[in-house]
């Protein structure tokens, strides 16, 4: 019995050696910051454009902030975490990281002094990152402005406030390596996966994640969730009314809007914003990608969406329907309320981009769940500072629980042709209370002002 | 037929309850306050104050807000007794046209009744939805802060002009 | 504000006529009536120095009139702006007439009732109306006075004004109310009237209180918007969706059908309908919008290349100015070209105007800049004699220049002929504000100077493409309903005219001093895009492209561009507002942390209105390409200030606007529609981009000509920006505005 106890202690000890020297990682010298000339000037030029497929500027700047200086509060499930100051700042950036510990951070997800990055980093898909072109992004990186800039300490409870946890995390979850071809497709597709799957990280938000916020392996894609944003499918479960095609992914991921899908907002419109930056032929290849993944509509889904066109060239900028029901059916309150609040931007003739968009086309209304139909009613699309952007009101003030609900009902039956949420005034509560927490930003370009991390209202 | 209570008074009023608060307080109150901008909820020209919170009455259907607390800028005080903000505002000389600074008061009233300790950053981040074509942001700021520090019981401060009484 | 009640009876004369007043008129030049017109540049001119000229500006009186009762009343043919003029010009009437201002009553302009000043604009009321008024008010002090003396039996010497009486030695006393009791005056004004010195000001340059501000903070009366006079309905215009477009198909028995709708107009491709609640006439405009159908054509120019469009549009090209030789020989020359987009007004409360036919007399209470030009092209309009036509002006949100006041105004005169005796309050959308109103004119300019051994400029020249600045009323073609309306009035031909005012051209001659030199204006006659004056006029670029190239030559000199400036003016007043701002700034030449700038610029408004210089310090994210403005530092000259809170209110406003033309903005269009119909598509500041700090210091000049101030900082503001861009990142933007993505692509990575 004795023995079998020094067994066991002995297979503990050694497993967590074991662990330990997983865990472990060596830091890496500190250099002297590199110069802006021992940079090739067209490498920075072809970072920039990575650091753009990146979204690097969206976690890394803070509203009103200077670019890449961190400080960004990221809500996650399990705490909030505050992106990192990535300018070649020598004491509080990454100005004495040599290239080296950048590769690594991208590769691994650690820090230059060894310890393990968490993942709201996405090295999950960074580490598929080719070499040259973290030696790119390298160059671009600290070729930036120095900032000198902390950020504040990320607020997690124990144990996750314990950096070597996430050694474990890796363990189950992280499978290290750059990209590998699939000889079975043709080159633009590989280049769409490479971008979409690595440096892009798209699955960060579209794909859901587990319980311990690794990313689901079996529903790639298949939607999930970003900064209280629904990320929607981005297969053949996508909700978009239209259904998405190679040219309409294209337009839309070009100039952020898209006449059959509206305007790109919450968190991805900085997405669409940063990708100004790409060559059409990059773009091209990531709407190959993502359209061969959302393969093509059912024969349903393509005569739904043909309906639609059919309704929407009649409709055009029609006669609005007086309101006058205050009391009846929920979908019938939920009419009045939209034809007293909604109708005069959403009824079709506006302009677009930024004209609201005619429900017909909105898969806000058609996706399996209201979250961000609820955000966008309650907290609106904040104008962006001094560039275009849609601009719409919340109205959390004036809507009730119920009344948004009931609304929420109304544009699902009236437009989607679907049952209304069941959940809509749950997750409208818990969201105005801050229960569930949002992120609102503009819905333009990469600024996120007003920084209204949780809905505080 | 809509009932509403306004700075504290009620009222019926026979308008199609989808009619938009705005039009309800200008015409039908006869309450000038609030502002006709936009329509869009884009400039803020239109800003009430519903239970407390600052909200776009362009955009507000009269019906939604049945039985709530509605206060314009005629709710902050008369001219022979300006409140606070109104004080604030004619001590700063914060208007040029004064087009939107109804609007800019409201928004800044409902900051101040949420969060009476508001620093100047608050202020400027409450007034981001506000639109002012004259540029009279510098004043328009600095009269919030008097406004804060007027609720708060703080008297001293800039004094204001001597006064013409004379009307525009 | 001037009382929505109509007068239609009272004529000027008559109302003047009443018993017991003291009145006294006298002449405003007679170029004063036709728009942005000064007086000469020393300031002089609103006293008239020849009665012959008298003779040649019939009904151009400017009025006061005291009453038995000894109440006060000035009339005031300019209008309040948001300026603040409906005080500072009551402190103008007090200080001559030794009251204080609250006594006295303003009556702004209105065609039955006040002068014809023209139009409120150029930075001109003080200068024009106020020096005026000066004058005017001095004389009557000067009647009173000797009334007194044979009243009192005590010499002129021997009396005084004080408090709204004359008074003498041994208590001697007599109310003005008294003195004009039995008298009815009606006297010329003089030539030589004798002003009070400035050390005995009581009103002049003192803090008052703006009068309109209590009623604009507390829900008082105080716009067009507000009126509602017993009757009232409600208008809403449908506009076509282009400049051009016909109406092919407009079928209206819905919308006539409409709950509330009163009448339904149109007249060739003006539409409109009335209502008898607002949200009803919104709710058919919107239907009849969805009804009309019409034909358009595509007759834009080519957005993203307006430097071709202008330079093949030229139709004329005059010399602004020609001194010096051609060329002359230096140790080099440099060049450079610069552009603006066209941008807007963009009134935060879009066009207004309430209109009642009464007995075939048409009135209109309007927010336009010019009564009495609106009332001859209403008129027009209408085929009816002027007289048959009553402009009112009515305050509306701040204008800038020629917005869509004037249009709003004809819509109104037009729609209230269908439903008589009723007035009808026309309110535009802000798509119809944005879309309609006439921009600030798209420009291109390219300079060229040579510079000596020690990188003095010897040569300048300068040359600008822009269409007119001016298309005002005056005919029935300026207006959109004229335009649609089925006589279709042709807008009226645009003209060059070079005066020393200016227009495209305003400020296109550098005040620096320089022998030798050539500034043209290649002029074109065609305008595509609907454009007009716009606070500034040709100034705004033509200021943001000398003080640009004035930077790049004091580079190209290795000088400081502070003491690069000074070292080509003599004029002291310019000299001093440079060292005033440079000094209250802290100007140095140390450096500032990577990404962070400074920059300066200085122009004389029209070279002969206010002097104004402003430094600034600008912060350049490269990465994200937004241009953040920390701090301005501005010092101002418009000679004696009168009410020096207004000057710095004008100022900071004139400073935070061009700051935001220069950032963002920019009237974007296709070949056919214009494409900025709201905030969304035409974004201007916010508070979050609002620099920590301005500061305005007003160098006072008492006793000197007035200056006219609100439009000054435009132009200089946009010029210290670019040098700020400049300074901070070694770079010039050359092109209006400064996008972030132009900053990105200028910059690079
Ligand atoms: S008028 Fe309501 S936001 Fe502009
Ligand atoms: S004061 Fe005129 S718009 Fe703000």
Redesign the pocket.
Known sequence: MKRFWISVLILVVVCLAGFAAYAWKPAIDPIEPPQRAAFDKLLIEKGAVLASVGNCTACHTKPGGKSFAGGLAVPTPFGTIYSTNITPDPKTGIGRWSEAAFSRAMREGVERDGDHLYPAFPFDHFTLVSDEDNKALYAYLMTRHAVESRPPANELPFPLNLRFVLAGWKLLFFDKGAYREDAAQSAEWNRGAYLVEGLGHCGACHTPRNALGAERKGAHLAGGEAEGWDAFALDASSSAPIPWTHDSLFDYLRQGWHADHGVANGPMAEVTGNLGRLSDSDISAIATYLSSRMGEPTPERAAAAEDIRKKLSIDQGGTPIPASATTGSPTSRGGAIFQAACATCHDGSRPQPFGGIDFHLSSTIATRDPQNAINVVLFGLPAASGRESPIM?GFAATLTDDQVADLLGYLREAYAQKPAWADAKAKTADTRSGKYRVSVQPSDGIERSPDNVGAKD | MVKLNVNGTSYDVDVDPATPL?YVLRNDLKLNGA????????????TVMVDGKAV????TPAMLVEGREIKTVEGLGTIDDPGPMQKAFIEQQAAQCGYCIAGMMMRAQALLEAKPDAADADIRQALEPNLCRCGTHMRILRAVARARDLMQGKSAGNMAPSAATGRG | MNAPNPLPDVTRRGFLAGAGALVVSFAIPAEAQEGEVPTAPGGQAAKPKRPGSLADMPSLDAWIRIDADGSITVFTGKAELGQGTKTSLRQIAAEELEVEPAAIKLVTADTALTPNEGYTAGSQTIQNSGTAIRYASAQVRQILIAKASEKLGAPVEALKAQAGAIVGPNSAKASYGELVSADFLHVDAAADTKLKPPAAYHAIGKPFARVDIPAKVTGGEAYVQDMRPPGMVHARVVRPPSYNARLTDFADAAVKAMPGVIAVVREGDFLAVVAEQEFQAVRAMRAMAGVAKWQEQPALPDQYDLPAFLEKSVSEVGAVTSVGADSVPGARTLEAQFTRAYQMHGSIGPSSAVAMVDNGLTTVWTHTQGVYPDRKAIAQMLGVPEEKVRCIHTEGSGCYGHNGADDAAADAALIAQKVPGKPVRVQWMRDQEHLWEPYGPAMLTRASATLDQNGNIVSWHYDLWSNSHGTRPGSAGSLIAGRLMDRHFPPDPAKLQISPLGNGDRNAIPLYDVPNQRVNWHFIADMPVRVSSLRGLGAYCNVFSIESFMDELALAANADPVEYRLRHLKDPRARKVIEVAAEKFGWSKDALPAGQGRGFAFAKYKNHAAYLAVALEADVDSDSGAIKVSRAVAAVDCGEAVAPDSIVNQTEGGILQSMSWTLYEAVHFDRTRILSPDWSTYPILRFSAVPDSIEVQVVDNPGTPYLGVAEAAQGPTAGAIANAFRNATGMRIYDLPYTRERVKGVLGV
């Open positions: 009101p | 705005l502002k006709f901008g936009c329509g869009l909820g884009q400039c803020g020209a239109c776009f009455s362009c955009l």
